[in-house]
């Protein structure tokens, strides 16, 4: 065989080979996309609307880059990220979403779910609580059982290092959360920052103050080795990765423990619902009531400026922004988070069933929300329920809508003979009185149809009114022009 067919033969051979490679690394999505269901079903829509809240927030020049670790204290305040990708594996990211940053604070909420599948959530808590502590995260105290309150404050985090396999020698310790982490982030991105290592324990007096106080009042395991589990807790805030990556690793929770990239399941349910619900009440520092009140989604924040979010079943956001408020948070990340939950009903408690229409759900096709607003419409009009219709029309619904066959609600109402609620229709609502539905069927034709007089009456009596007020327009108009 001649050598230039051999080297061609190779070339396709190695461009199939990166091709199943690629389909291989995307299966989850390639599936979701043949089968046309993806849980936000126009991404692109959604991503424009990421996009505008992005620029509103790049102009916040508020808050100051921390300094109490000096490495920190080198990042430029105007860098700003936003990662999005969703449970099925759509993604979006802008900005300096590819520059790396050290996980700090928001590897707590990462290594929770790692121990807890190694040794239970009845282990894990009998060394460290589930309250928020109403103290800052480093802050010397313990509650009334001499434990952590929390598995997310610098104390719960060195339990947690304490718990994480002690057997092992540190530098494999070491190794096992980092490759957990890169696992959770569906093998993108996942780094360590040795300076920022060596700056953390230089500057720990706070931590190893904490550290000794704990091990005093016994609230470590039994035979901790103290000076490990302080480097191990220094390793996992050193822990480097950018906003796309970290945006997976919020996703891998919001996808119940399952990496959306690579389809594995690195969680059971039990411990994403663990972590979650210690997200939501402390999570975000001081902060984490306001949070939890005003955005309503489970997050965790660190002092490097990142915020990894959380948004069930739907998606995972990493926001990134140097800039700090008083409370240790980002200022563009925190506005952002407020921005998402004003415009998509993201929060916790937004009711499923909103009919006020103010809020977006991506999560919808255009017909689902069509159905959404038309059904509980024609549903109070065959009931009378004039309650319901009120309300609906004061939160601002279009009270003309029809459903698939062209039925409107007064159709629906005159079939039935809910003569208040036909009234209310047109007296109140002003709504059309002679709408035709695909039969060509009005609803003076279903109040005749089906014998309600009464209602027969009203419409007649709206038929009679528009069509007096339309002859004294055609004469104003003819008298107007002629």
């Not at 990239?261 to 997200?279: A, D, E, R």
């Not at 408690?349 to 006020?356: A, R, W």
């Given at each position: 065989m001649p050598s230039t067919m051999c080297s061609r033969l190779r070339m396709v051979m190695c461009q199939l080979l990166n091709l199943f490679l690629s389909i291989q690394e995307n299966i989850v999505l390639i599936e979701n996309a043949l089968a046309g269901d993806f849980v936000l079903p126009k991404f692109g829509q959604f991503t424009k609307h990421i996009k505008d809240i992005y620029l509103n927030c790049k102009e916040n020049t508020n808050g100051k880059v921390a300094d109490y670790i000096p490495q920190l204290a080198k990042f430029d305040p105007s860098l700003w990220g936003v990662a999005v990708c969703s449970v099925d594996g759509q993604r979006f990211a802008i900005g300096d979403y590819q520059e790396?940053?050290?996980?700090?604070?928001?590897?707590?909420?990462?290594?929770?779910?790692?121990?807890?599948?190694?040794?239970?959530?009845e282990t894990v808590h009998q060394y460290v609580g589930h309250e928020p502590s109403?103290?800052?995260?480093n802050y010397l105290h313990l509650n009334s059982n001499d434990q952590p309150h929390n598995p997310m404050l610098n104390s719960g985090a060195m339990v947690l290092c304490a718990l994480q396999k002690p057997e092992l020698p540190l530098a494999e310790r070491c190794d096992y959360v980092q490759n957990k982490f890169k696992q959770i982030a569906g093998g993108e991105f996942v780094g360590f920052s040795n300076a920022t290592f060596l700056s953390e324990r230089e500057t720990a007096d706070k931590n190893y103050a904490l550290g000794y106080y704990m091990n005093a009042n016994k609230a470590f395991p039994p035979n901790t080795n103290l000076m490990d589990t302080f480097e191990l807790y220094f390793h996992t805030c050193s822990i480097e990765t950018n906003c796309d990556a970290g945006s997976l690793m919020a996703a891998t929770l919001?996808?119940?423990?399952?990496?959306?990239?690579?389809?594995?399941?690195?969680?059971?349910?039990?411990?994403?619902?663990?972590?979650?619900?210690?997200?939501?009440?402390?999570?975000?520092?001081?902060?984490?009531?306001?949070?939890?009140?005003?955005v309503g989604l489970p997050?965790?924040?660190?002092?490097?400026?990142?915020?990894?979010?959380v948004v069930p079943k739907v998606c995972g956001i990493m926001v990134w922004s140097p800039p700090l408020d008083l409370l240790g948070n980002s200022v563009r990340g925190i506005q952002f988070c407020k921005e998402l939950v004003n415009l998509f009903n993201f929060h916790k408690?937004?009711?499923?069933?909103?009919?006020?229409g103010r809020k977006i759900d991506p999560r919808k096709k255009q017909a689902e929300v069509q159905g959404d607003k038309v059904?509980?419409?024609?549903?109070?009009?065959?009931?009378?329920?004039?309650?319901?219709?009120?309300?609906?029309?004061?939160?601002?619904?279009?009270?003309?809508?029809?459903?698939?066959?062209?039925?409107?609600?007064?159709?629906?109402?005159?079939?039935e003979g809910h003569q208040e609620a036909v009234s209310f229709l047109l007296e109140q609502c002003h709504v059309p009185v002679d709408p035709k539905d695909r039969w060509d069927f009005s609803p003076?034709?279903?109040?005749?149809?089906?014998?309600?007089?009464?209602c027969e009456d009203i419409i007649r009596y709206h038929l009679k009114f528009q069509e007096t007020a339309d002859f004294s327009r055609e004469n104003s108009f003819n008298n107007n022009y002629s």
């Open positions: 790396h940053f050290c996980l700090q604070s928001i590897s707590k909420c990462l290594h929770y779910p790692i121990v807890l599948e190694d040794l239970s959530a109403g103290q800052t995260f919001a996808n119940g423990g399952v990496c959306p990239l690579t389809g594995q399941k690195i969680f059971g349910s039990q411990m994403v619902q663990h972590t979650l619900s210690l997200m939501l009440s402390c999570g975000m520092y001081d902060y984490s009531g306001e949070f939890a009140f005003h997050a965790k924040s660190g002092v490097s400026g990142a915020i990894l979010i408690y937004d009711l499923k069933g909103d009919i006020s059904v509980p419409l024609l549903y109070a009009a065959s009931n009378g329920d004039v309650t319901a219709l009120r309300r609906y029309y004061l939160s601002g619904n279009d009270m003309t809508q029809q459903n698939y066959d062209g039925r409107t609600a007064l159709h629906v109402a005159a079939a003076l034709d279903e109040a005749v149809r089906f014998k309600h007089k009464e």
